[in-house]
């Protein structure tokens, strides 16, 4: 495949429309003469604005990536050949940052906000389950979805952005997120990777995900609940500083006493 095709530009750009006189009365794909006749007409292609003969353009048509991410635009509109099956190619890649290529869309769309914070529950979750035995059964029912907990939380694939389209995304993720927090309270294995809260040393587990209740330390990662979280006071952060200091003071002790050493002539 042609390289420049690929490029971030072109794939998220509307392009406009152009003539044949532009493309020298030639086809975009194979590059064969085409005219416009009384009985046989170039077809044109609404993703890349250009014209084609009726071997390259077999009128197959495909949503837009432009006209999603700008006017949230789902129509299937005729396209060529290549570009058809490029589509299609990449329709389960997550190559949509949205929080970049549109931000306006979280504004418009509340269930985006809503399908952000649920991603990171999971991906809070993702480290209970792939430590788990019972991982394969539970990544399967990501399906060829792995994605939504190996990216950033911004990042979506064209048939993501169909399922939103069609408000189906978020049940899926909201039942993701109820099978796996019902695994993880029942399984033994995950349940013990929960943590306690440093702050008020209470028995209680709690868990990254509960979002509501807890926080995570954005300096040390530890996690605590929300009401007594004080990144100033963080216990693990100051262990950590403790820690640090203590090793600092070794190491200068050390070369210290190095240097008082009596050097040989
Ligand atoms: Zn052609
Ligand atoms: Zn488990
Ligand atoms: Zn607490
Ligand atoms: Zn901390």
Not at 145 to 173: G, M, N, P, Q
Not at 239 to 247: G, H, L, T, W
Request: with cysteine.
């Amino acid at each position: 495949m042609n390289g420049a095709l690929l490029n971030d530009k072109f794939f998220f750009k509307e392009h406009p429309k152009g003539n044949l006189t532009q493309q020298k009365n030639k086809c975009a794909g194979c590059k064969k003469p085409i005219h416009q006749g009384w009985f046989s007409s170039p077809a044109y292609c609404r993703y890349s604005g250009k014209y084609f003969c009726l071997s390259c353009h077999k009128n197959n048509k495909f949503i837009i990536p432009a006209r999603i991410i700008k006017f949230w635009d789902f129509t299937y509109y005729p396209i060529s050949e290549f570009y058809y099956h490029f589509l299609k190619d990449m329709y389960y890649e997550p190559l949509f940052n949205i929080a970049i290529l549109n931000p306006g869309l979280f504004n418009t769309l509340p269930n985006l906000m809503k399908i952000k914070t649920l991603r990171q529950k999971l991906i809070f979750m993702k480290d209970f389950i792939l430590t788990c035995r019972d991982k394969d059964v539970l990544l399967a029912v990501l399906g060829n979805r792995f994605y939504v907990i190996d990216t950033d939380t911004d990042f979506f694939a064209l048939a993501d952005l169909v399922e939103i389209y069609k408000h189906k995304f978020l049940s899926w993720l909201r039942n993701v997120c109820e099978v796996w927090v019902k695994h993880i309270l029942d399984c033994e294995l995950c349940k013990a990777k929960g943590s306690y809260c440093g702050f008020c040393k209470s028995p209680e587990i709690i868990y990254p995900w509960n979002l509501r209740v807890t926080t995570q330390c954005s300096r040390c990662k530890s996690i605590a609940h929300r009401s007594c979280y004080n990144a100033e006071k963080c216990p693990k952060c100051i262990r950590i500083q403790e820690r640090k200091a203590i090793s600092r003071l070794t190491k200068s002790k050390q070369s210290h006493s190095l240097d008082s050493f009596p050097k040989k002539l």
